[in-house]
């Protein structure tokens, strides 16, 4: 079950915390975010998106977005970068 949940996004948070993740991050894939995240949390957190690309353009499919694993001021974090601003995501306490 997934248990990271959305925290904030790069421009309500600080240029530093921003680069300091942004600089250790590996890249991830969809599926892999997705076992972290899941297709509730990001279509909560990017309305607009369809959840089967029957039905529209998918997160997966939008070509201006990547995905990423890192940590965010000290705490493990998955982000997802779409159109270059960073949604950050961190684990449910």
Known sequence: MPKYVYYTNCI??????ITAMTERARDITY????????????????????????????LKNDWH?????????????????HSAIEYIFIKEE
């Not at 977005?65 to 970068?81: A, F, I, L, N, T």
């Open 65 to 81: 977005v990547s995905y990423h694993k890192s940590r965010y001021e000290g705490k493990r974090c998955y982000y997802v970068r």
């Open 12 to 17: 309500n948070s600080t240029y530093e915390a």
């Open 31 to 58: 599926t892999t975010l997705l076992q972290h995240v899941g297709i509730d949390t990001l279509l909560d957190t990017f309305p607009g998106y369809a959840r089967y690309p029957q039905q529209g353009l998918t």
